[in-house]
C-alpha cells in the first residue's frame, strides 16, 4: 500500500512536469501574427497612454501601459474559466466556440478594412504642459481602463480559445498567451511613452491611421478565416 501510494504521488508528479514541457499553444504564428496586430492597432489603450505620456512624461505612459497590462491576466484569468467549463460539457461545444472566436476575428478585420476605406481624424493629443507623476493615479486609470473594457472581456473570451490544446490546462495557456501579450504591449507603449513627440505626430495623422487599418483588417480576415479551414481539416 505505502509503494503503490508513493508510485502514484511520483506519477502524478511526472504527469504535471510534461503538462509544464509539452504544453504548446496550437498555431502559435498565428497566435503571435494576430496579438502583435491588434497590440499596435490604435485604440482605447493607446490613446490613454499617449494622453498621460502628454499630461506628465515618459514615466507617467509606461505605469499606464503597466497598469493596463495587468489587467490582461484578469481577462485570460475569466477566460480560462470560461474554456475549462465549455470543455467539461462537449467536445462540440469547444469547436463551435473556436469557429465563434474565428468569426469575431474576421468581424473585426472587416471592420478595419471599413475605418481604413471611409477614414477618420485621427488621434486627438492634449499638448498641455507636464504635470506631476502620480504612479498611483497613472497605474488606477491603466488598470481600470483595460479591466472595465467589455471590448476587452468579448475579445479574450472569442480569441484565446483559436489557441488553446484541450490536452493540456486551459488555465497555464491563457496565462502565457496574456504573458506574451504583456511583453508586446509593454514594448509597443513604453515605445510610445519614449518618442511621445513623433507618436503624436503619427497617430494624429489620419492616413497613417488609414494604413494601419487596412493592414490589420487584411490579415485579421485572412487568419480567422485561415482558422476555421484548419479546424474543418
Known sequence: MWYKNCSDILYRNRMVKSEFSLMHILNFEAFLVAITLLTITPGIDTVLVIKNTSRSGGLDGVVTSLGICLGLFIHATFSAVGISAILLQSAELFLAMKW??????IWLGIGALKAAINGHSGIAINDSVFRSVSIRRSLKEGFLSN????????????????????????????MTMAGIHFIIAMIWQCGLAGAVSSAKRFFASSLALRWMDGITGSVLVFLGSKLILDDQN
Request: aromatic share 20%; charged share 5%.
Open 100 to 105: 465563434i472566436g474565428a468569426a469575431y476575428l
Open 147 to 174: 479591466v472595465l473594457n467589455p471590448k476587452t472581456a468579448v475579445f479574450y473570451l472569442a480569441f484565446l480559445p483559436q489557441f488553446i490544446d484541450p490536452q493540456y490546462s486551459p488555465f497555464l495557456q491563457a
